[in-house]
C-alpha cells in the first residue's frame, strides 16, 4: 500500500439492541464507502460485525473464543461490492462482545499490514455498548484493555468508537453501561483512540467521518512575539467546506460506435474586439484592466509584479486585548487552527502559557499573517485560546481573520428604544419571549447537545451521494425524498415542541402578526405559505402558476404582449419594474433606430402607459415621457411629436393614479414642466 | 486577495452571495456635494487632531468630501457625484445662477462617476479656490439673491440625472450656518424663508433626499430648530435625535459622512418562521463582506479598449460547438452517472428559502472554530408584516437577557445552512452607532466541514507539556505590557488594496511615482521597544528557554527528514549515468529517479518525462 492509503476495519455491532438504529448505521457506513469510491479508491476496507448468531473470524478458528464475531469481509481494496454490503447488515440475535470484535478487527489489521502503514491503520466501532464484556482469562478487565490500547498504540493502529443511545431503557444496564464507559476510556489514554457518544440518528450520520482528508499545514513557522522571541508552530485548517465533487462536463457528440471517444469537453476562451468581429486577439496583444471609478486602467504583468504590495513570510503579534473588543460577528472566514510545533517541547510550553492565561483573563491575540512568501495580502486575525482537555494534545489557538477598514459598512439602524411603543412588546409579552427561549432549549444540562454543528451531517451532500448510487443502479432513477432523519435539521423537534406546547401557543397568541393591508401587489405570499411538513413545499418554490407562460423579457417580436405578460406576474416583487424598465428601453431603442416604426413606438407607449396606470406607477410613465419628449424634440421626430402635440399621449393625471403629481389639466402639458422662475 | 486571472474557471458553486453583489452593482446612486463657501466657513475653526492647530470649517468639509471620493471610486465606481460649492464670488452652471460654482475636471460631465483626476484636483482644491472660485457672502440684505436657494435649484437639476426609481438620489449641504437669513428684515426674511423651503420641498418630492451635515462654532452649537429643521422636514421627536454632537471635530464629521454616504441596501427579505403559525419578516444586510480590487477587464494592448470575451464549450471528440446546459457526470463504480443541470440544482434545494427557528442554546456553546465566512445583520421589518418588529425585539431581549443563542436553519443559501442568530445590543459612542441593535446571523460548519486536527498532534500516553505557575505568571505580564487598550476590529485598512488602488491612480494620472501607501498592519515597533515592553517579553523567554540562548532543543525525533535522508542512502543503487547512456532511465520508478533528483538537489516537480529530462541535463553538464 503506498503512503497516503488507509486501512480501515469497520467493527459494528448488529446485536438486537441496535436493531432501530441499524438503517442509520448502514447508512453512514455507506456514505464512507462511496466517497471512499469517489476519492480514495485505492483505500482498503473490512468488516467486522458483532452479535450475530453464528461466529466466523480466524481468532476463532485458530484458538478458540470469540463467539458471535463474523468477518463480513476481509481487507481488501474498496470496490461497489462492499458499498453494496454494508447496506445489508445482518440483524444479530445475540448481545455481542465488543471487546471481542476488536480484537479481531485488530488481528485483521495486524495480519495484514504487519508493522508498516502508521497511523493510516483504522478500526470503528459502532455499538451502544450496553452490553456486558467477558471476563478475561488472566488478569481484570482494566488490565486487558490497557494491554489491548498499548499494542494499538504500538502497532500504530488508531481507534474511533461511535457510541450510540437513543432510548436505553430500564436501570438494570447501568453497572454494565458505567463499566463499558470506562473500558472505552482506558482506550482513549492508552492510544489514539476516541469516544463519540451520540443520542439522534441525525448525530449518528455526522459523527462518522466520511471523507477522510490528509491534513495538511498551511504554514509552518515562527509566531514572532518580537524579533527576539518566536514560537514555532504549524497551522492547519480547523474548517473547510465540503462541496460536492466537481462533476465534469461531458459530451455526447461523438458517434455511439466511436469506442474510443473521451466524451470530454473543453472551455475556450476567445478574445475580441467586438461581439460580431471574427477576429480574435493574441494573448500577448491582451492586458489586464481595472475599472477605476470610470476609466479602465490598463496594467503590464511588470507593472504589477514591481509594483504590488509585497509580503514576506510570517506570523507577527500585534498585542493582546479582551476578548469582548472582538465580537464574534467579525470572524470573516473559515477557522484555522495554530498548533506548536510537536518537536519542540519549549513552543508547546510558550503556547500553553499564553493560551491558558488568555482563557484565564478573557484576553485574546491580535497577529498578522502571511501564510507563504509572495502571498498577495497580509491577514489580520485573532487568536482564541483551544485550552486542551486531554491531557495528552498540547493546547493551541483558534485563529480567525479580522475584516479589514474597507470591509466594513456602517450603516445605522434605528435604536429599538426609539422605535414607536406599539412595536415593542409589554411586560406580558416580554416574559412570554423569555420563556419561549428558556424552555425552547437544545441543550439541555442531561443530555445530548442537540444540532451540534461537529455532529451535524451536511443533507445535500447525503442527498448527492443517495442519488448518485440510485443512478449508478438506473440512469433514470428519480431524485429521492429528502431523508427522514434530516427533518430534524430541518424543522423543529415535534417532541420539543410537544413539551413545551402552551409555551408555543401563548407565544402565538401574544404575537399577532399581519399583512400590511396598505401593501398592494405582489409578494404577500409570505404569510400565504403553509405550514412546514407539507409535502409540496419543494414544489411551491420554484412553481407558482404552473400553467402560465413565463415570460421575462420584452422581446421584439411581441413586445406589447411580452410586456403586459410581464407586468402581471406577480411571483416576484421586482417583475413590474423590470417589465417597465424594458419596455421604456425598447422604446427608446425604436425611437432611435428607425424612423418608419414610430407606430410601433407608438402603440408601445400607449400599452406602457396603460400599465403603469394598472400598477399605479404614474411617475415612471411621466417622468419618461418627458424625457422622451425632449428626445424627439432634439431629434425632430415630427411625426412622433405630432402625436404629443394631438395629445393622442398624454401623461398620467391625478384622477387616473393618486401618486401622480400631475393635475388633470395638465396632463398634455408634459411639455411645460419646467422649473418656475423666481419672480425677481 | 489573489489577482487571480483564471477568475473565470471559478466554481459554479462558490460564493452563492456573489450574485447580490452584482445586483448591488446595478443600482447607482445620484450624490450631489454641496459646499457653503461664505466667509464665515473659512473664518471658524475647530481644534484639529493635532494640538495647537486650529482648521476651518471649510477644511474639513473638503477633505472629508475628498476621503468620500476615494472610497467611492474604490467601493461604488457606478455612483455618480457633483461637487457644488455655494456663496462662491464666481458662478459656474447651466442655469447661470449667482453665487453658485459647480467644480468639475475636464473629461466629465458635471455629475458623472468619479475619475481620478476629479480626485487628484479636488485634492488641490484649498490652493487654487480663492483664485478661481473665491468665497463671498451671497445672502445680503439689500438684493434678493438666494444662494442657498440657487444652490438647492442647480443641484435639483444635476439629480435630474436617472430615473429615480431605480437609482438614489441624495444631496449633501455642507454648512456652519443656522440661521442663514438671520440678518434680513422681517419680512425679506419670512418671504426668502418660504420660497427656500418650498424649492427643498419640491426637491424631496421629486425623490431626492437632503442630508444637511451642519458644523458648530467652538462656542456656540448649530442651532437646526432655527432653520434647518424645516427644511430637512424633521419632526420635533426626530430632532432629538439629530445627532447630539454635530461636527466637533474632524473625525467625527469623517465618520458621520462616511455612514451616511453608504444607502443601506437590503441583501436579502428574509421570512423567519418562529413557529408553524407564526413567521416575521426580516431583513438581512451585508455589513461585512471583504472588499475585493475588482474584476478584471481584458484591453486589446493597442487600444487599450475593453475586449469582448466569448466563452465556448467544444467537444473534444468531434470539435463541434456545445450548447447550455451541459450534462455533468461524475465516474462511479466504473461508470459514468449523468446528472443534468437541473437534477443537481434540484439536489441542493432541500427546503424552502426561509430561516426556521429551532432551538436556543448558551452563547457557550457557540465555539470559536464554527464558522465559514462572513455574517449577515438581520434588522425586522413591519413593511409587509406588522407585529415583525414586536415579535424581533422580545426574543431579542430575551436572548441577550438569558445569555443565549437561536440555532436556525437557513435554506437561502448554497447549501443550506444551520445558522447561529446571536442577539446584538446597541452600542453607542460619541461619534455616533457603533454597533447597531438586531441579530447576527453566524453560519455554522457541518459535521463534515470540521477536521480533527488536535488528535493529530497528540500522543497516547504521554503527556503533553503544560505552563508552571511561573510561566503562567510571566506571560500574564506579558499580556499587561501588550494590551492594546481601544481596539477596534475595522482600524486597519487593507495593505494590498491601499496599493493596488494607488497604483491604478499613478497609472490613470500617467504619474511616474506611486505615492507610498502605509501598512498599518505591520506592528508597532516603537511601542514594542519601550524598554518595559522588551523587559516583559525578555522575561517571559527567560521562563520557557531559561538560560539557553539557542531556544529550542528538539523533544521529539525528527521523523520526516528522517526519512527523507535515509533514501539518499540508496542513490548508490544505481550508475545513473550508465542507464542515462543506454536509455534504460525510463525504466525506473518515479521515486527512483527522485532519489537522484534529491541527493542533487535538483527539483522534484514534473511528470516521469520531465524528471528523466531534468536527470539527463544534469548529467550532460
Known sequence: ?680 | MELDPDDVFRDEDEDPESEFFQEKEASKEFLVYLIDASPKMFSSTCPSEEEDKQESHFHIAVSCIALSLKSHIINRSNDEIAICFFNTREKKNLQDLNGVYVFNVPERDCIDRPTARLIKEFDLIEESFDKDIGSQTGIVSDSRENSLYSALWVAQALLRKGSSKTADKRMFLFTNEDDPFGNMRISVKEDMTRTTLQRAKDVQDLGISIELLPLSQPDKQFNITLFYKDLIGLNSDELTEFMPSVGQKLEDMKDQLKKRVLAKRIAKRITFVICDGLSIELNGYALLRPAIPGSITWLDSTTNLPVKVERSYICTDTGAIMQDPIQRIQPYKNQNIMFTVEELSQVKKISTGHLRLLGFKPLSCLKDYYNLKPSTFLYPSDKEVIGSTRAFIALHRSMIQLERFAVAFYGGTTPPRLVALVAQDEIESDGGQVEPPGMNMIYLPYANDIRDIDELHSKPGVAAPRASEDQLKKASALMRRLELKDFSVCQFANPALQRHYAILQAIALDENEVSETRDETLPDEEGMNRPAVVKAIENFKQSIYGDDPDEESDSGAKEKSRKRKAGNADDGKYDYIELAKTGKLKDLTVVELKTYLTANNLPLGGKKEVLINRILTHIGK
Not at chain 1, 475599472?291 to 486602467?297: A, D, F, P, T
Not at chain 1, 467579525?330 to 499564553?354: G, H, R, T
Not at chain 1, 507563504?372 to 493546547?395: H, I, K, M, Y
Not at chain 1, 405550514?531 to 423579457?553: A, C, F, Q
Request: net charge negative; aromatic share 6%; charged share 30%.
Open chain 1, 1 to 680: 500500500m503506498a503512503r497516503n492509503r488507509e486501512g480501515l476495519v469497520l467493527v459494528l455491532d448488529v446485536g438486537p439492541a441496535m436493531h432501530s438504529v441499524l438503517p442509520d448505521v448502514e447508512k453512514a457506513c455507506s456514505m464512507l464507502l462511496q466517497k471512499k469510491l469517489i476519492y480514495n479508491k485505492y483505500d482498503e476496507v473490512g468488516i467486522v460485525v458483532f452479535g450475530t448468531e453464528e461466529t466466523g473470524n480466524e481468532l476463532a478458528r485458530e484458538i478458540g473464543g470469540y463467539e458471535n464475531v463474523t468477518v463480513l469481509r476481509n481487507i481488501r481494496v474498496v470496490d461497489e461490492v462492499v458499498a453494496e454490503h454494508v447496506k445489508q447488515l445482518p440483524r444479530g440475535t445475540v448481545a455481542g462482545d465488543f471487546l471481542d470484535a476488536l480484537i479481531v478487527g485488530m488481528d485483521m489489521l495486524i495480519k495484514m499490514y504487519g508493522n508498516a502503514q502508521k497511523g493510516k491503520k483504522r478500526l470503528c466501532l459502532i455499538t451502544n455498548a450496553a452490553c456486558p464484556t467477558k471476563d478475561p482469562f488472566e488478569g481484570t478487565k482494566d488490565d486487558q484493555v490497557s494491554t489491548i490500547a498499548m499494542k494499538m498504540a504500538a502497532e500504530g493502529i488508531k481507534m474511533e468508537s461511535i457510541v450510540m443511545r437513543s432510548n436505553l431503557s430500564g436501570d438494570a444496564h447501568e453497572r454494565v453501561i458505567e463499566e463499558n464507559d470506562h473500558l472505552l476510556n482506558l482506550f482513549s489514554s492508552n492510544a489514539i483512540a476516541k469516544t463519540v457518544n451520540v443520542e439522534s440518528p441525525l448525530s449518528l450520520l455526522g459523527s462518522l467521518k466520511t471523507r477522510r482528508v490528509a491534513p495538511v499545514t498551511l504554514f509552518r513557522g515562527d509566531l514572532e512575539i518580537n524579533p527576539t522571541m518566536k514560537i514555532k508552530v504549524w497551522v492547519y485548517k480547523k474548517v473547510a467546506e465540503e462541496r460536492l465533487p466537481t462533476l465534469k462536463m461531458y459530451s455526447d457528440k461523438a458517434p455511439p460506435t466511436d469506442k474510443f471517444a473521451k466524451h470530454e469537453v473543453k472551455i475556450d476562451y476567445d478574445y475580441k474586439v467586438t461581439a460580431e468581429s471574427t477576429e480574435v486577439i493574441a494573448p500577448e496583444e491582451r492586458i489586464k484592466g481595472f475599472r477605476y471609478g470610470r476609466q479602465v486602467i490598463p496594467i503590464s504583468p511588470d507593472q504589477i509584479e514591481t509594483l504590488k504590495f509585497k509580503t514576506d513570510k510570517g506570523m507577527k503579534l500585534l498585542g493582546f486585548t479582551e476578548a469582548s473588543n472582538i465580537l464574534r460577528h467579525y470572524y470573516m472566514k473559515d477557522v484555522n487552527i495554530v498548533v506548536p510545533d510537536p518537536s519542540k517541547e519549549k513552543s508547546v510550553l510558550a503556547v500553553s502559557a499564553i493560551a491558558r492565561e488568555m482563557k484565564q483573563t478573557n484576553m485574546v491575540a491580535i497577529v498578522r499573517c502571511v501564510w507563504r512568501n509572495g502571498q498577495g495580502n497580509a491577514v489580520v486575525g485573532v487568536l482564541t485560546p483551544n485550552v486542551s482537555e486531554r491531557d495528552d494534545t498540547p493546547d493551541s489557538f483558534y485563529f480567525n481573520v479580522l475584516p479589514f477598514a474597507e470591509d466594513v459598512r456602517e450603516f445605522p439602524f434605528p435604536s429599538f428604544n426609539k422605535l414607536p411603543s406599539s412595536w415593542k412588546p409589554d411586560e406580558q409579552q416580554q416574559a412570554v419571549a423569555d420563556n419561549l427561549v428558556k424552555m425552547l432549549d437544545l441543550a439541555p444540562s442531561a443530555k445530548e447537545e442537540v444540532l451540534k454543528p461537529d455532529l451535524t451531517p451536511n443533507p445535500v451532500l447525503q442527498r448527492f451521494y443517495e442519488y448518485l448510487e440510485l443512478k449508478s443502479k438506473s440512469t433514470d432513477s428519480a431524485l429521492p425524498p429528502m431523508d427522514e432523519t434530516f427533518k430534524r435539521l430541518i424543522e423543529q423537534d415535534p417532541e420539543l415542541i410537544s413539551n413545551n406546547k402552551s409555551i408555543m401557543d401563548s407565544f402565538r397568541g401574544s404575537f399577532e402578526v399581519k399583512e400590511n393591508p396598505k401593501l398592494k401587489k405582489a409578494s404577500k405570499r409570505l404569510l400565504r405559505d403553509k405550514p412546514s411538513g407539507s409535502d409540496d413545499e419543494d414544489n411551491r418554490m420554484i412553481t407558482y402558476e404552473p400553467n402560465e407562460k413565463k415570460i421575462d423579457v420584452v422581446g421584439d417580436a411581441n413586445p406589447i404582449q411580452d410586456f403586459e405578460a410581464m407586468i402581471s406576474r406577480r411571483d416576484k416583487t421586482d417583475w413590474t419594474e423590470k417589465a417597465i424598465t424594458q419596455m421604456k428601453n425598447l422604446i427608446m431603442k425604436l425611437v432611435e433606430n428607425c424612423t418608419d416604426e414610430g407606430d410601433k413606438a407608438l402603440e408601445c407607449v400607449l400599452a406602457l402607459r396603460k400599465g403603469c396606470v394598472l400598477e399605479q406607477e404614474p411617475k415612471q410613465f411621466n417622468e419618461f415621457l418627458n424625457h422622451l419628449f425632449k428626445v424627439c424634440q432634439e431629434r425632430k421626430l415630427s411625426h412622433l411629436l405630432e402625436h404629443f402635440t394631438s395629445k393622442k399621449i398624454t401623461l398620467i393625471p391625478k384622477s387616473e393614479a393618486a401618486d401622480s403629481d400631475v393635475v388633470d389639466e395638465n396632463s398634455g402639458d408634459f411639455t411645460v414642466k419646467q422649473e418656475p422662475m423666481i419672480e425677481s
